[in-house]
């Protein structure tokens, strides 16, 4: 019989943005629903320490968050709770200063968690915080791909560019997928990211900047914020669901290589023994 194939790796994607307010969570809620819907193992889990919504959004009430797996109170599986189309999600809390004030130890630590996490699982995405704070940095560092979410306004692509820089000259990423959120048109979204790009092909030579794609502005993503569930489950037809889908697509078809960037080894390691082990 010819040797059993190597499991898959388990993909790793961190959504941030520089600027607050440009949507990235909801982005980061309706790409992990569309990634599932696509047959994928989906974990979402909520890295903003301070101001958690990720469970606000899908209209969950946890019990345990991870404050509690950094208290030592649960362990990750604990705080786990089922999402829309079989996503798993991470909650986090909202309103505590001292999961803000992490230390960096801290930060790795919640990394190690989720690193030894042996449930089911093929795309892990992280939704972090806005700005370039150190848990910010950890898990764009612990991700294979890292995807910025920008929208059409001096703040946020100054904002964008700044986060830019700082992971490529302090943490050593270079390559980002930049998402342009919230735009007019496919044409003001590509418009949006070339901005973007100008600015980074200046200065920051060293990085590399990819256009992974546009969601229009669509009231349908008000509605389903309302409703507390992600616009492609709410709303399907609607314009904003088509490009989440179709984000999610390219994303899907991304190769699944087998060795890991390498900026925070452990962790993608241990995601692949986890593969290796459930295999």
């Not at 809620?29 to 469970?55: S, Y």
């Not at 070339?194 to 794609?213: H, I, N, Q, T």
Request: proline letters at 6%; charged letters at 20%.
């Amino acid at each position: 019989m010819p040797p059993e194939a190597a499991p898959a790796p388990v993909r790793v994607l961190t959504v941030a943005s520089g600027k607050g307010g440009v949507g990235k969570t909801n982005v980061s809620v309706n790409l992990a629903t569309a990634l599932a819907a696509l047959g994928e193992r989906v974990m979402l889990l909520d890295a903003d320490f301070g101001l958690a919504n990720v469970d606000v959004l899908l209209g969950l009430t946890p019990k345990q968050t991870l404050a509690d797996v950094v208290a030592g109170r649960a362990t990750l599986a604990d705080v786990i709770l089922p999402g829309p189309r079989g996503l798993q999600i991470v909650p986090s809390s909202s309103g505590k200063r001292h999961m803000a004030e992490m230390t960096p130890q801290q930060h790795a630590g919640i990394v190690q968690a989720v690193s030894t996490y042996e449930g089911p699982l093929d795309t892990l995405i992280v939704d972090t915080a806005a700005g370039i704070n150190d848990a910010v940095l950890t898990f764009c560092q612990a991700a294979q791909e890292v995807l910025v979410v920008v929208c059409d306004e001096p703040a946020s692509i100054t904002d964008a560019y700044a986060l830019v820089k700082v992971l490529c000259r302090e943490r050593g990423i270079q390559r980002v997928h930049v998402i342009a959120n919230m735009v007019r048109s496919p044409v003001e979204g590509r418009a949006l990211y070339d901005k973007l790009a100008r600015v980074v092909e200046k200065f920051l030579p060293e990085a590399s900047l990819a256009y992974l794609g546009a969601i229009p502005q669509d009231d349908a993503l008000r509605r389903a914020v309302q409703k507390q569930k992600p616009v492609v489950e709410a709303f399907p037809s609607a314009q904003a669901s088509a490009a989440f889908r179709e984000l999610a697509t390219r994303i899907h078809r991304w190769s699944r290589s087998t060795t890991p960037r390498g900026h925070i080894e452990f962790f993608v390691e241990r995601m692949l023994e986890a593969g290796g082990a459930r295999a």
